[in-house]
């Protein structure tokens, strides 16, 4: 599962990076521009969710320890 989450969050990464170039910065919010803005909004969304799902994992891990 550890491999995984990291993967996930290398690939999520990977669509921010791929989003940012699709960005046209004179018109932020118009046609692909937008819609680049959303893919990095939800691929940040995921590197979040992954990171916090790996931490309570490790929290899981630590209490089972005890």
Do not use: Q
């Not at 491999?3 to 921010?16: D, E, P, W």
């Not at 803005?37 to 630590?62: H, N, P, Q, T, Y």
Request: hydrophobic letters at 60%.
């Amino acid at each position: 599962m550890k491999i995984f989450t990291y993967i996930m969050i290398a690939l999520a990464l990977g669509l921010v990076i791929f989003n940012v170039t699709l960005l046209d910065f004179n018109n932020l919010f118009e046609g692909n521009s937008l819609v680049a803005l959303i893919g990095i909004a939800a691929s940040l969304c995921a590197v979040c969710i992954l990171l916090i799902f790996r931490m309570s994992k490790l929290i899981d891990e630590k209490t089972r320890g005890n």
